[in-house]
């Protein structure tokens, strides 16, 4: 396969004014007609260099270039492109295609999904629909008409606004779409089905009204109402926060089952994974209905980060999706506890995106080269892309950041720009130079940032040392230094903020500032210290760094109770419980009898007993790091090791916090029984700690719990409380109640896909020994299909992901299982089955027979056949 690069970017050779396209939608095939209005690009210039089109799995049936129609002398046509020589600077070109939308399982392109037509055109979809430039910064004014049955087919939808509609025949019906503003073809999507709608309107900022509409199938029609209060939050939000007001008449969201992502922001008609729209208390966990509220957020921000404003190339995809992951962070900080969304997103990130950084495949935010487009969807791009964007605030304050954006979308506005473009907006708004800054989108791996202190009692002064470094990443052995603001605070022995001064300078500033690191090796002093601080450092995680400090225990239960910054409160928490475990996994290889440091139970007893704190902050507080951040933060994963330590500490936490334990469980599902469900963050917040207690509480196996455990399942009227109930059976010793629960559960649901998806999911991650015929069997049941991405991600992907025990078995036989499905995949939808291969990609973590074990396997793929280009390309680069 071809490796595309950066470098060789080069303008189109022709543009494309007007799209127009007919379908003409049948059960066993689809036809589409294109009426293309092209014309040179002058920007490369005057020649006239042959017309090349991108096209895959097509079946060309006529083409016209200005009415004429071509002999086959009169073009090439190859698997991937269709070429011929135009005669004059503008022309129209002409084509049908017959494509199989009925038997397409990739779900890219135009495909069914149930009884439904719908589309998936990013990155490169677009070119299985008809041949065309399928690149961004080719954009066009798209007018679709759709023609399909009209009993099977009653909602035929495109970009846009609808501008005509009539039948055709006793049985065949159209509709016309026009879409006035320029778009690249991955923004492009179409939709055919027996759909219902809930609607709304919205009154922009400048008194516009706006019809809002989100498509269902019949049986999904009560699930709608949150997402349509999400969209109508995101869009005041969007212009309260950045100005940005919506285009057009209508906005449409249409939820279907098989999506291989999360959801597709396509111009007015966002296309979303069912599980991103469908939302109601009975069915959805409070985490669903977050995820919701996020996603809609995210997509409806693209209409300004991504589609008035594009990428010129994929190379940029950071430019529009690091972007919007940040204003859809903000959104949800504002909609709910900020603190706790920065904690989870910053968890996520250092577990997930740090092992992406540090594995085979780590790139920069704004990579240089791939094999496949769809390969760099990648954590590095959204969330690490997010993250160098929030760097920017950092240092350019709110305000200058806000003067930022303003000028990048009124500059850019109709426009394919680069990741330069945005920081040069930044740059000028701003009068600052960030060409150190910019390091950030071209160099990949996690910076270590080594810290140490010095108090100099006679001189009154504190001295911090940064010492910055970064791991060699493939193609980039040696790094340059990065800009690394660090936020901080220093505190004195009462917990109290200390005014901050560097030496040299002559007012006392505020009691937290942001740093600037720029050098390998950079102190600052602070001046009038009488008594050595406590640092408090990287506030609000202020920069996606491994941050190191010599602190003691004791000073993180300091920092833990006194810091003022919220998510540093929980980060002393975290390095606590982090040492404590590290305690456990050495003597667990010394074969000594665990021992807890009974400081991390007495941080977390002061915490339970303290009802004035944020229930939501006491929730995470009380959760351990995850093990797969423990092997992240591993020089090499002992699974074993990890599993039993971080077993025994909840082990110990609940035993010794059983009280107020009980007690703060009591009390909350007490109000849970007596208030009907609201999504709402105080309710969250709740409801975590009360989920958090059950979860430690059933450790204990007492009768009580297990009988409160049994009513919580039984009794709840909302999905996060009987799912936590039933989660934490399943991973009891108590087996009857546990195959009685899964059964009522499944009968229960059946009907319910996205529930069921639940259901797959608690079995699969249950860390119980057999895991891996659980998982085998649970493949056999009606309810799970291989071509479903969500099931493929429920059973298979919380499988490998997140539960280490049984993947890892010794014998290899987890990774086995993986490669298998892998193989499966790979014929039937490439782009998920180079997703759920990831797992194996990090060999290099594990001890050295699982490191066999695990490139085995690789190999195995590698020699299974004919490989998609997504699997190739993931599987060669684990191995090189
Ligand atoms: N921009 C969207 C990306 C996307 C996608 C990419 C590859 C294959 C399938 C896909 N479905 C959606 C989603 C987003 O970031 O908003
Ligand atoms: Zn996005």
């Not at 990065?482 to 901050?500: M, T």
């Amino acid at each position: 396969p071809k490796v595309i690069h950066l470098k060789d970017y080069q303008a189109p050779e022709y543009l494309i004014d007007e799209t127009h396209l007919t379908f003409e939608l049948y059960e066993d095939r689809t036809l589409v007609h294109a009426r293309l209005a092209l014309r040179r690009n002058l920007e490369r210039d005057q020649s006239l260099p042959p017309l090349v089109l991108h096209g895959q799995e097509l079946e060309l049936l006529a083409l016209a270039l200005d009415g004429r129609q071509l002999g086959p002398k009169e073009y090439q046509l190859d698997e991937n492109q269709l070429s011929l020589q135009p005669d004059s600077p503008a022309f129209s070109l002409e084509t049908t295609v017959c494509i199989h939308p009925e038997s397409n399982t990739a779900l890219e392109g135009l495909y069914k999904s149930g009884k439904m037509f719908c589309t998936q055109c990013e990155a490169e979809g677009f070119r299985k629909i008809t041949y065309y430039l399928d690149r961004p910064d080719v954009m066009s004014v798209f007018t679709t008409t759709v023609k399909a049955d009209k009993k099977r087919y009653p909602i035929l939808l495109s970009n846009g606004n609808p501008v005509a509609s009539g039948t055709e025949g006793d049985d065949r019906h159209w509709a016309t779409w026009n879409d006035p503003f320029k778009k690249p073809a991955y923004l492009f999507a179409l939709v055919a089905g027996d759909l219902k709608s809930v609607e709304d309107s919205f009154t922009t900022m400048n008194d516009r009204e706006v019809a809002l509409r989100i498509y269902v199938e019949p049986e999904n029609i009560d699930k709608c109402q949150h997402a349509l209060d999400s969209l109508k939050r995101s869009m005041r939000w969007d212009e309260q926060v950045y100005g940005r007001e919506y285009d057009l008449d209508i906005f449409m969201i249409v939820a279907v089952s098989d999506f291989n992502m999360g959801a597709m922001e396509n111009k007015g008609l966002n296309i979303f994974n069912s599980g991103a729209v469908l939302a109601r208390a009975e069915t959805a966990t409070d985490a669903a209905h977050q995820r919701v509220e996020a996603i809609v957020a995210h997509e409806y921000f693209h209409n300004w980060s991504g589609n008035r404003v594009t990428c010129r190339d994929w190379f940029q995809l950071s430019l529009k999706e690091g972007f919007t992951v940040f204003r859809d962070a903000g959104f949800s900080a504002d909609m709910n506890s900020a603190t706790v969304k920065r904690i989870e997103d910053v968890a996520y990130l250092r577990t997930h995106q740090f092992a992406e950084d540090a594995g085979p495949m780590a790139h920069p935010i704004r990579p240089d080269s791939f094999i496949e487009i769809s390969n760099f969807y990648t954590l590095t791009i959204y969330e690490k892309g997010s993250e160098v964007v929030g760097m920017l605030r950092t240092l350019l304050g709110a305000e200058g950041f806000r003067q930022g954006t303003d000028l990048y979308f009124a500059r850019h506005d109709g426009q394919a720009v680069t990741c330069d473009d945005f920081v040069k907006a930044m740059e000028e708004a701003n009068q600052v130079d960030l060409t150190q800054f910019k390091r950030w989108y071209s160099q990949a791996g996690t910076p270590h940032l080594a810290v140490s202190e010095h108090f100099d009692a006679g001189a009154r002064t504190y001295s911090l040392t940064f010492h910055q470094s970064c791991p060699p990443t493939p193609g980039q052995k040696h790094k340059e230094p990065f800009v690394i603001p660090i936020a901080l605070g220093l505190l004195d022995q009462n917990g109290q903020e200390l005014p901050l001064r560097l030496q040299g300078e002559q007012t006392v500033g505020s009691s937290s500032r942001v740093l600037s690191v720029t050098q390998a090796k950079q102190t600052f002093t602070f001046a009038g210290m009488t008594h050595k601080p406590l640092p408090s450092l990287l506030r609000g995680f202020s920069a996606p760094v491994k941050l190191e400090f010599p602190y003691e225990r004791d000073q993180l239960m300091f920092l833990m109770q006194h810091d003022s910054d919220g998510f540093n409160r929980w980060e002393a928490g975290q390095r606590l419980a982090v040492q404590a475990l590290h305690d456990l996994i050495a003597q667990y290889h010394c074969n000594e009898t665990l021992v807890i440091d009974q400081r991390l139970l007495t941080a977390l007893r002061s915490l339970l007993e303290n009802d004035s704190l944020d229930q939501a902050m006491v929730a995470e507080m009380l959760s351990l790091p995850s093990e797969a951040y423990l092997a992240e933060i591993s020089e090499t994963a002992d699974v074993e090791a990890i599993h039993v330590a971080r077993e025994f500490a909840r082990k110990a936490i609940a035993q010794t916090l059983f009280e107020p334990l009980w007690q703060r469980y009591q009390a909350n599902r007490e109000v849970s029984r007596s208030t009907p469900y609201v999504a709402h963050a105080e309710h969250f917040a709740r409801r975590a700690l009360q989920n958090i207690a059950l979860a430690y509480l059933m450790l204990s196996e007492k009768a009580e719990v297990l009988a409160a455990c049994l009513e919580q399942f039984e009794q709840a009227d909302n999905m996060t409380e009987r799912l936590t109930a039933l989660v934490v059976l399943v991973h009891s010793p108590f087996e009857e109640e546990k195959a009685t629960a899964l059964a009522w559960f499944a009968e229960r649901f059946a009907n319910d896909p996205l529930v069921m998806d639940q259901w797959f999911g608690v079995q699969a991650g249950c860390p119980l020994p057999g895991g891996l015929e659980r998982v085998q069997h649970l493949m056999q049941h009606p309810a799970f299909t291989i071509k479903n991405p969500n099931k493929v991600r429920a059973l298979i992907g919380a499988f490998a992901n997140q539960n280490h025990v049984n993947f890892h078995r010794r014998d290899g036989a987890g990774y086995r299982f993986l490669a298998d499905q892998v193989i499966m995949l790979n014929a039937l939808n490439p782009q998920i089955a180079s997703r759920q291969l990831s797992p194996l990609t990090r060999w290099r973590k594990f001890d050295q027979a699982r490191q066999v074990l695990m490139k085995g396997e690789l190999e195995r793929i590698l020699a299974s056949g004919e490989l998609s280009s997504d699997v190739y390309e993931v599987v060669s680069k684990s191995l090189a």
